[in-house]
Protein backbone atom coordinates (compact mmCIF):
# COMPACT_ATOMS: atom_id res chain seq x y z
CA UNK A 1 0.00 0.00 0.00
CA UNK A 2 1.02 3.30 -0.84
CA UNK A 3 2.50 5.88 2.03
CA UNK A 4 3.75 9.16 3.20
CA UNK A 5 6.17 9.48 5.79
CA UNK A 6 7.29 13.13 7.30
CA UNK A 7 10.20 12.43 9.44
CA UNK A 8 9.89 15.91 10.99
CA UNK A 9 6.91 16.46 13.63
CA UNK A 10 8.18 19.81 14.39
CA UNK A 11 10.45 22.38 12.90
CA UNK A 12 11.21 25.96 14.24
CA UNK A 13 13.22 28.47 12.74
CA UNK A 14 13.88 31.98 13.24
CA UNK A 15 12.47 34.50 10.51
CA UNK A 16 13.82 34.81 7.55
CA UNK A 17 15.69 31.55 8.03
CA UNK A 18 15.43 28.91 5.25
CA UNK A 19 13.58 25.84 5.86
CA UNK A 20 13.00 22.43 4.32
CA UNK A 21 10.08 20.16 5.33
CA UNK A 22 10.85 16.40 4.65
CA UNK A 23 8.44 14.08 2.65
CA UNK A 24 8.92 10.44 1.74
CA UNK A 25 6.89 8.29 -0.30
CA UNK A 26 6.51 4.41 -0.90
CA UNK A 27 7.73 3.79 -4.86
CA UNK A 28 4.85 3.29 -7.43
CA UNK A 29 4.60 2.87 -10.91
CA UNK A 30 3.24 6.66 -11.18
CA UNK A 31 2.59 8.96 -8.12
CA UNK A 32 1.22 12.17 -8.28
CA UNK A 33 2.12 13.82 -4.86
CA UNK A 34 0.88 17.28 -2.49
CA UNK A 35 1.89 19.58 -0.36
CA UNK A 36 -1.10 20.70 1.60
CA UNK A 37 -1.23 23.56 4.54
CA UNK A 38 -3.69 23.83 7.21
CA UNK A 39 -3.43 27.47 8.94
CA UNK A 40 -4.88 26.81 13.37
CA UNK A 41 -8.26 26.19 13.36
CA UNK A 42 -8.72 26.43 9.45
CA UNK A 43 -9.32 23.77 6.54
CA UNK A 44 -6.56 22.30 4.31
CA UNK A 45 -5.05 24.79 1.29
CA UNK A 46 -3.43 23.25 -1.69
CA UNK A 47 0.00 24.67 -1.76
CA UNK A 48 1.71 23.09 -4.90
CA UNK A 49 1.39 19.50 -6.52
CA UNK A 50 3.76 17.26 -8.75
CA UNK A 51 1.38 15.75 -11.71
CA UNK A 52 4.10 15.20 -14.33
CA UNK A 53 6.49 17.29 -16.80
CA UNK A 54 9.21 19.27 -14.37
CA UNK A 55 10.09 18.17 -11.07
CA UNK A 56 10.30 21.31 -9.92
CA UNK A 57 7.53 22.72 -8.91
CA UNK A 58 6.30 26.47 -7.26
CA UNK A 59 3.64 27.69 -4.84
CA UNK A 60 2.69 31.13 -5.49
CA UNK A 61 4.20 32.32 -1.64
CA UNK A 62 7.94 30.75 -2.16
CA UNK A 63 7.73 27.72 -1.62
CA UNK A 64 8.79 24.93 -3.76
CA UNK A 65 9.32 21.50 -4.14
CA UNK A 66 11.28 18.83 -6.28
CA UNK A 67 9.73 15.66 -7.28
CA UNK A 68 13.04 13.23 -6.99
CA UNK A 69 12.34 9.76 -8.26
CA UNK A 70 15.23 7.83 -7.62
CA UNK A 71 15.22 9.01 -3.75
CA UNK A 72 11.53 8.76 -3.66
CA UNK A 73 10.74 12.18 -1.95
CA UNK A 74 8.98 15.45 -2.60
CA UNK A 75 10.71 17.89 0.14
CA UNK A 76 8.94 21.11 0.34
CA UNK A 77 11.84 23.96 0.93
CA UNK A 78 11.65 28.01 1.18
CA UNK A 79 14.46 30.53 0.86
CA UNK A 80 13.24 32.51 3.44
CA UNK A 81 10.20 32.02 5.71
CA UNK A 82 7.68 34.43 7.29
CA UNK A 83 6.15 34.43 10.40
CA UNK A 84 3.10 34.04 8.58
CA UNK A 85 3.84 30.81 7.37
CA UNK A 86 3.66 29.55 10.71
CA UNK A 87 1.32 26.59 10.27
CA UNK A 88 0.88 22.84 9.81
CA UNK A 89 2.25 21.24 6.83
CA UNK A 90 1.53 18.13 5.06
CA UNK A 91 2.33 15.87 2.61
CA UNK A 92 0.29 13.26 0.59
CA UNK A 93 0.41 11.21 -2.08
CA UNK A 94 -2.56 9.41 -4.41
CA UNK A 95 -3.07 6.43 -3.10
CA UNK A 96 -3.51 2.64 -5.61
CA UNK A 97 -6.40 2.11 -7.82
CA UNK A 98 -8.97 3.98 -9.35
CA UNK A 99 -10.62 6.01 -6.31
CA UNK A 100 -7.88 8.56 -6.22
CA UNK A 101 -7.81 9.14 -2.45
CA UNK A 102 -5.17 11.21 -0.92
CA UNK A 103 -2.96 9.22 1.34
CA UNK A 104 -1.50 11.86 4.28
CA UNK A 105 1.61 12.13 6.23
CA UNK A 106 1.40 12.97 9.80
CA UNK A 107 2.28 16.71 9.17
CA UNK A 108 5.05 18.83 10.47
CA UNK A 109 4.33 21.91 12.43
CA UNK A 110 6.61 25.26 11.36
CA UNK A 111 7.12 27.56 13.45
CA UNK A 112 8.83 30.89 13.15
CA UNK A 113 10.11 32.58 15.61
CA UNK A 114 10.84 36.41 15.01
CA UNK B 1 -18.26 30.19 -6.42
CA UNK B 2 -18.54 29.32 -2.41
CA UNK B 3 -15.77 26.51 -1.76
CA UNK B 4 -16.94 23.44 -0.06
CA UNK B 5 -18.99 24.21 2.29
CA UNK B 6 -19.09 21.98 5.86
CA UNK B 7 -21.45 22.76 8.71
CA UNK B 8 -21.38 22.59 11.34
CA UNK B 9 -17.86 24.13 12.36
CA UNK B 10 -18.27 23.07 15.60
CA UNK B 11 -20.35 20.14 17.21
CA UNK B 12 -20.62 19.79 20.49
CA UNK B 13 -22.32 16.03 21.45
CA UNK B 14 -22.59 13.57 24.62
CA UNK B 15 -21.58 9.82 24.47
CA UNK B 16 -24.14 7.95 23.28
CA UNK B 17 -25.92 10.78 20.92
CA UNK B 18 -25.60 11.22 17.03
CA UNK B 19 -23.67 13.47 14.99
CA UNK B 20 -24.78 14.41 11.73
CA UNK B 21 -21.80 16.28 9.54
CA UNK B 22 -22.76 18.16 6.06
CA UNK B 23 -20.85 19.32 3.03
CA UNK B 24 -21.73 20.99 0.39
CA UNK B 25 -19.45 20.58 -2.65
CA UNK B 26 -17.93 23.04 -4.56
CA UNK B 27 -20.45 24.25 -7.86
CA UNK B 28 -20.02 21.57 -10.49
CA UNK B 29 -18.45 19.13 -8.90
CA UNK B 30 -20.36 15.33 -8.55
CA UNK B 31 -17.36 13.43 -5.90
CA UNK B 32 -16.83 14.00 -2.30
CA UNK B 33 -14.77 12.36 0.15
CA UNK B 34 -14.59 12.66 4.05
CA UNK B 35 -11.25 12.30 5.77
CA UNK B 36 -10.74 12.26 9.86
CA UNK B 37 -7.94 14.36 11.59
CA UNK B 38 -7.25 12.54 14.88
CA UNK B 39 -5.66 14.79 17.30
CA UNK B 40 -1.70 15.54 16.90
CA UNK B 41 -2.19 12.89 13.42
CA UNK B 42 -2.21 13.70 9.85
CA UNK B 43 -5.44 12.70 7.72
CA UNK B 44 -7.18 9.20 7.21
CA UNK B 45 -9.41 8.75 4.67
CA UNK B 46 -12.56 7.56 5.43
CA UNK B 47 -15.16 7.03 2.00
CA UNK B 48 -15.66 8.43 -1.40
CA UNK B 49 -18.84 8.92 -2.86
CA UNK B 50 -20.78 10.19 -5.82
CA UNK B 51 -24.35 11.16 -5.99
CA UNK B 52 -26.23 8.25 -4.51
CA UNK B 53 -23.63 6.01 -4.69
CA UNK B 54 -20.74 4.94 -2.63
CA UNK B 55 -16.94 4.33 -4.21
CA UNK B 56 -14.87 3.61 -2.37
CA UNK B 57 -15.82 3.27 2.45
CA UNK B 58 -12.65 1.37 2.57
CA UNK B 59 -11.99 3.33 5.38
CA UNK B 60 -15.10 3.66 7.27
CA UNK B 61 -15.22 1.72 11.14
CA UNK B 62 -17.52 -0.92 10.44
CA UNK B 63 -19.83 -0.23 12.87
CA UNK B 64 -21.92 3.16 13.97
CA UNK B 65 -20.63 5.26 10.76
CA UNK B 66 -22.00 6.07 7.58
CA UNK B 67 -22.35 7.98 4.89
CA UNK B 68 -24.71 9.50 1.96
CA UNK B 69 -24.79 11.38 -0.69
CA UNK B 70 -28.35 11.86 -2.13
CA UNK B 71 -29.41 13.20 -5.06
CA UNK B 72 -30.43 16.56 -4.27
CA UNK B 73 -28.82 18.60 -1.03
CA UNK B 74 -25.41 18.18 0.89
CA UNK B 75 -23.33 14.93 1.65
CA UNK B 76 -23.70 13.64 5.12
CA UNK B 77 -21.24 11.71 7.24
CA UNK B 78 -23.34 10.26 10.01
CA UNK B 79 -21.83 8.68 13.64
CA UNK B 80 -24.43 6.85 15.82
CA UNK B 81 -23.93 6.44 19.15
CA UNK B 82 -20.80 8.59 19.45
CA UNK B 83 -18.01 7.74 21.92
CA UNK B 84 -15.10 9.70 23.19
CA UNK B 85 -12.42 8.23 20.53
CA UNK B 86 -14.72 10.51 17.65
CA UNK B 87 -13.38 13.41 18.98
CA UNK B 88 -11.81 14.91 15.73
CA UNK B 89 -11.81 17.16 12.40
CA UNK B 90 -13.88 15.97 9.96
CA UNK B 91 -13.07 16.92 6.84
CA UNK B 92 -14.56 16.51 3.37
CA UNK B 93 -13.11 17.38 -0.22
CA UNK B 94 -14.74 17.42 -3.74
CA UNK B 95 -13.78 17.12 -7.01
CA UNK B 96 -15.26 17.59 -10.56
CA UNK B 97 -15.35 13.60 -10.71
CA UNK B 98 -13.41 10.09 -10.92
CA UNK B 99 -10.17 10.54 -10.95
CA UNK B 100 -10.04 14.02 -11.03
CA UNK B 101 -9.13 14.08 -7.21
CA UNK B 102 -5.99 16.11 -8.84
CA UNK B 103 -8.43 18.87 -8.58
CA UNK B 104 -9.98 17.84 -5.25
CA UNK B 105 -10.97 20.98 -2.87
CA UNK B 106 -11.31 20.75 1.04
CA UNK B 107 -13.80 22.45 3.64
CA UNK B 108 -12.77 24.19 6.66
CA UNK B 109 -14.37 21.05 8.50
CA UNK B 110 -16.04 20.29 11.34
CA UNK B 111 -14.82 20.00 14.94
CA UNK B 112 -16.58 17.42 16.63
CA UNK B 113 -16.38 17.06 20.48
CA UNK B 114 -17.63 14.24 22.67
CA UNK B 115 -18.17 14.84 26.08
Known amino acids: AQSVTQLDSQVPVFEEAPVELRCNYS??????LFWYVQYPNQGLQLLLK??????LVESINGFEAEFNKSQTSFHLRKPSVHISDTAEYFC????????????FGTGTRLQVFP | NAGVMQNPRHLVRRRGQEARLRCSPM?????VYWYRQLPEEGLKFMVY????????ESGMPKERFSAEFPKEGPSILRIQQVVRGDSAAYFC?????????????FGQGTRLTVV
Open chain 2, 93 to 105: ASSPGQGLSTEAF
Open chain 1, 50 to 55: YLSGST
Open chain 2, 27 to 31: KGHSH
Open chain 1, 27 to 32: SSVSVY
Open chain 1, 92 to 103: AVIGPGNTDKLI
Open chain 2, 49 to 56: LQKENIID
